[in-house]
Nanobody
């Protein structure tokens, strides 16, 4: 089993920055993609950023140029650096590890609030 725990959320003013972290435990062998999703109140969960096992990255159009997904060398922690934050970025952010169809793991989320 894989356990994921997010941290780093909080309240930040527009234009500010936050770095989210997703700490992992358990057997991550065979994980093919690490992702960050977010869900704002009343909206569907949205894919924000992806980092594959081959180190390719992909971002939602709404965060391109502002957010960066990365991992430490051991891939025990996945980060989401968020710059130039906007009120529309307010959401609960979730870490996801995807192994294969039907095999994925989720964290419980961390709240990010962007407000003056």
């Amino acid at each position: 089993q894989v356990q994921l725990v997010e941290s780093g959320g909080g309240l930040v003013q527009p234009g500010g920055s936050l770095r989210l972290a997703c700490a992992t435990s358990g057997n991550i062998f065979g994980i093919n993609a690490m992702r960050w999703y977010r869900q704002a109140p009343g909206k569907q969960r949205e894919l924000v950023a992806t980092l594959t096992s081959s180190s390719t990255t992909d971002y939602a159009d709404s965060v391109k140029g502002r957010f960066t997904i990365s991992t430490d060398n051991a891939k025990n922690t996945v980060y989401l650096q968020m710059n130039s934050l906007k009120p529309d970025d307010t959401a609960v952010y979730y870490c996801n590890f995807w192994k294969n169809v039907g095999i994925e793991y989720w964290g419980r989320g961390t709240q990010v609030t962007v407000s003056p």
